[in-house]
């Protein structure tokens, strides 16, 4: 009988398991229930997809998109595992073949949407047949406090209820204290133990940039820090993807639009090629990535500010999920805080919602405007202790932080004077004494306010303003388009009560402070792109992936050709040292290698 061990070896090619995988998969393979939290690319498909080849019958995993059922259908396909998808992207007739073959027992896995799941005709089949376990991938779709509240997961209760005696894991990467309590409620999974690896992204660089003309500074980033490179840029709506995909054409970036608007051939056609071409840039609504399996993103950028944390920290998570460096890059700023907060106070939804809502959103806001480690206030808010990391933005370049007491009452006081029916921009105006029409026209230009803020540029006085929004001590009104009202604590500013400090806004990076061994190691990982046999095993790989019909990562991830081009292997016996080369693959592709290393 194989072992779990031994079928990490042998199917997908892997030494050794990583953090709590071995003890999960053992307390799934005897049969018991877990929720599992691991960041994106820490394994956690090995979590289910090894208890599904040791346990009896076929396991069944319900996951959101076809995209992600496909990807690893066919990374499975490929390592010799009969797996299978049941989706509305089949005809009528592949679906019935699918499930004959489900009832006849031929799979090892069978991927499913949690819509057909629940479906009587598909619960007939599931007790037509002998079920090694449910995983319930993405479980964060379960909450309603989330960022990609599914409602067809509430029902997946039935799982339990119908098949008490058949083990559940459910996974995510993304989930705080409430969103893990709804998800055990929701699912009924009271009795299961529950395993929380490390939240930390450690190849991941992160860094917030104040706005200032934000296309400009993506454009920079890019041509700097990743040319000919894949990755992921979000916005918040469906006409700035589309511009901003525009424009990077323009600007020479290959970038391609997507988003729920574009026809469906349209949307399928730009993620095949953002799949299994190198150096295309997808420019994206949060409609894009969740599914998406690629290992190779090499930066996720964000010219909009996301909801909360938790979608801050799955959309990033989208980069360098095979362990080489990676950046998550944002541009943010006031307006940014002003239309999420108009989005929340506009919604339909309750006010327990609401009041959830800002606080998410006050916490990335917190995130964005901390002038210490990004990476520690990150794990902090899962609940997780870091020390800094040396790889972060504030970390590399740590921000000056001075006393806007002074500046905090002149802003809050133009707010006062002006009747609290304005917003930043005509603030600015007569904090610095620009003689506009709209000054004029509302007597401005006669307040005490009146040019009092001369020494400071329009750009300090958006990020202080920016800061006073974001420490609560402004709130942006909704129903008045945006306009600043006090609150409470600007009251005690005014008074000088209480002082202020902000974080200065860097005019243009500063030389780099000493990184820590950390950052070392991990800037020293992927420096050798430029190895003309790692070229050579690229190209290799992309001709046998199009002749395979799948995307070149499904073949072998950058990591394990890297491997191959470091350890310059002489013979099979040596190819199957390496790390994400398991027996299929060997049997199917190792002389092909050996015969590239051989020309190289």
Not at 141 to 165: A, K, T
Not at 449 to 465: E, H, I, M, N, P
Request: proline share 4%; glycine share 8%; with cysteine.
């Amino acid at each position: 009988m194989p072992t779990a061990h031994s079928l990490l070896n042998s199917v997908f090619g892997y030494p050794a398991f990583r953090g709590a995988q071995a003890e999960i998969v053992e307390h799934v393979t005897t049969g018991g229930d877990a929720l599992v939290l691991m960041p994106t690319g820490g394994g956690k498909s090995l979590c289910f997809q090894i208890p599904a080849l040791l346990r009896d019958g076929c396991a069944v995993v319900v996951s959101p998109l076809i995209a992600l059922m496909q990807d690893q259908v066919a990374a499975l396909t490929e390592a010799g595992v009969s797996a299978a998808v049941l989706n509305s992207s089949l005809d009528s007739a592949t679906a019935y073949r699918t499930e004959r073959d489900f009832t006849d027992g031929k799979f090892d896995l069978l991927y499913v949407a949690p819509e057909r799941l629940v479906t009587p005709r598909f619960q007939e089949l599931l007790r037509r047949t002998r079920v090694a376990l449910f995983a319930i991938d993405e479980a964060h779709c379960v909450s309603q406090w989330g960022h990609d509240f599914r409602p067809e997961y509430i029902q997946l209760s039935v799982l339990h209820e119908q098949f008490p005696n058949v083990p559940r894991i459910a996974l995510t990467a993304t989930a705080d204290e409430l969103t893990r309590a709804e998800i055990i409620t929701r699912l009924q999974l009271e009795t299961a133990r529950v395993f929380i690896s490390s939240f930390d992204r450690p190849n991941i660089r992160y860094t917030i940039v104040g706005k200032n003309s934000a296309r400009d500074q993506l454009l920079h980033f890019i041509r700097t820090r990743h040319p000919a490179q894949s990755g992921i840029v979000y916005c918040l709506s469906r006409k700035k993807v589309d511009e901003t995909a525009a424009w990077l054409c323009a600007q020479g970036v290959p970038a391609l639009p997507y988003h729920a608007g574009l026809e469906q051939n349209v949307r399928a056609l730009h993620q095949r090629r953002f799949v299994n071409e190198d150096g295309v840039t997808m420019v994206a609504t949060i409609a894009f990535g969740m599914g998406i399996d690629k290992p190779d993103v090499r930066y996720v950028a964000h010219l909009d500010l996301p909801k909360s944390i938790e979608a801050y920290y799955q959309e990033t998570g989208r980069a360098g999920r095979d362990g080489l460096p990676a950046d998550a890059w944002m541009a943010y700023g006031l307006g940014d805080v002003v239309q999420q907060r108009r989005m929340i106070d506009e919604s339909e939804a309750d006010e327990t919602f609401k009041r959830v809502s800002y606080g998410k959103l006050e916490a990335l806001v917190g995130l964005a405007e901390s002038a210490g480690c990004r990476r520690v206030r990150l794990l902090a808010y899962f609940g997780e202790h870091a020390t800094p990391c040396g790889n972060c933005d504030n970390c590399l370049n740590p921000p000056r932080v001075w006393d806007g007491t002074e500046a905090a009452q002149k802003a809050l006081s133009c707010v006062y004077r002006t009747g609290q029916r304005f917003g930043a921009g005509h603030l600015i105006d007569v904090l610095r004494g620009n003689d506009t029409e709209r000054v004029q026209r509302f007597g401005h230009d006669r307040l005490p306010t009146f040019r009092v803020g001369a020494d400071l540029s329009d750009k300090q006085w958006r990020a202080v303003y920016r800061q006073l929004v974001a420490l609560g001590h402004l709130h942006a009104d909704a129903e008045a388009y945006g306009a600043f009202k006090l609150t409470e604590s600007a009251r005690a500013i005014l008074k000088g009560e209480i002082n202020v400090s902000f974080r200065e806004d860097a005019e243009q990076p500063r030389t780099r402070h000493s990184r820590s061994k950390k950052a070392d190691f991990v800037a020293s990982l992927g420096n050798s792109s430029s190895d003309p046999l790692l070229q050579a095993l690229r190209e290799w790989r992309r001709s046998t992936a199009l002749e395979h019909g799948v995307p070149a990562y499904v073949v072998f991830h950058d990591s394990t050709l890297e491997a191959i081009a470091a350890a310059r292997p002489q013979s099979t016996h040596e190819l199957r040292g390496i790390s994400g080369i398991g027996e299929k693959k060997l049997e199917r592709y190792g002389q092909a290698l050996l015969s590239v290393l051989g020309q190289n």
